[in-house]
Each structure stands twice: as C-alpha cells, then as structure tokens.
C-alpha cells in the first residue's frame, strides 16, 4: 500500500497516523509531467481538494492505483477522472479477506477511527459490515 509523499509532509496527519503510515506504507511521490499536470488540473477543477488529496488522485490515476478515501469531494474526483477508489470499511473488509488482518484487528481499527479521529459511520453501516466481516472469517 502506499501513500502520496506530499500527504506524509502536509500538516494534515496527527503524529500517531503519521508514524503508522511511515512504517505500514511506501511514499510515492508526484514523478511525472503528466503526474503534475493532473495534479495542477485538480487545483483548477476541484479547487477545494488539499494538495495532499490532489497529488494522491493524481498518483493513483497515473500509476493504475486504487484511491483509498471517504473524502466526499476525492471519490466524486476520482469518479470524474475514472480513478479507481474504494472506501475505508471496504479496505477493511478486503484486509480480512485477504488475510492480512484478522476481524478483531480490522473491528479495532474501525472504533479507532470512530472515537479518536472522530469518522462518522453510521451504526447499521457498521453493524452491515461487521456481520459481512464475520462471514469472510468464517468462510
């Protein structure tokens, strides 16, 4: 998994999210005039997106990389741009079927998000996904 370098030294992460994702993903940074190029046209399109989300967009729509975010104003820029994105409860979900964690880390890792970085999931989008959860465990 990666993550946009200009997200990792923007202001936007807290120490802790900042110091997991140093450790848990690889930095890639805007490295193309086409990269840039996108990156320059989001600041026009869609003028509210951060610089962190801008170059995130624009790695993933050059690189052939799934875009990772619940941000309102990325997934409708990704859907705009035909860059591939996914949502935090499904990454989470895909975490488990894979393998690389297990319910209880994954459902541990979602009341984190819940009660300390304040995400709003609402309760029977969270109970659905724990029960499909359970299902990939299962099965």
């Given at each position: 998994m990666y993550i946009a370098?200009?997200?990792?030294?923007?202001d936007q992460l807290?120490?802790?999210?900042?110091?997991?994702?140093?450790?848990?993903?690889?930095?890639?940074?805007?490295?193309t005039e086409e990269m840039f190029a996108s990156f320059l046209e989001f600041?026009?399109?869609?003028p509210l997106?951060?610089?962190?989300?801008?170059?995130?967009i624009a790695i993933a729509r050059h690189q052939l990389l799934i875009?990772?975010?619940d941000d309102g104003l990325v997934v409708e820029t990704c859907k705009a741009y035909g860059v591939t994105y996914t949502r935090t409860l499904r990454l989470l979900t895909e975490m488990v079927k894979t393998g690389h964690k297990t319910v209880i880390e994954v459902t541990t890792m979602a009341d984190s998000l819940i009660k300390e970085r304040g995400k709003h999931i609402s309760p029977?989008?969270?109970?659905?996904?724990?029960?499909?959860?359970q299902k990939?465990?299962?099965s």
């Amino acid at each position: 998994m990666y993550i946009a370098q200009e997200l990792l030294d923007s202001d936007q992460l807290e120490p802790p999210t900042r110091q997991a994702a140093n450790q848990y993903l690889t930095p890639v940074a805007l490295s193309t005039e086409e990269m840039f190029a996108s990156f320059l046209e989001f600041s026009v399109r869609a003028p509210l997106l951060s610089v962190a989300d801008r170059s995130t967009i624009a790695i993933a729509r050059h690189q052939l990389l799934i875009c990772a975010s619940d941000d309102g104003l990325v997934v409708e820029t990704c859907k705009a741009y035909g860059v591939t994105y996914t949502r935090t409860l499904r990454l989470l979900t895909e975490m488990v079927k894979t393998g690389h964690k297990t319910v209880i880390e994954v459902t541990t890792m979602a009341d984190s998000l819940i009660k300390e970085r304040g995400k709003h999931i609402s309760p029977k989008v969270l109970t659905d996904g724990t029960i499909n959860l359970q299902k990939y465990a299962a099965s």
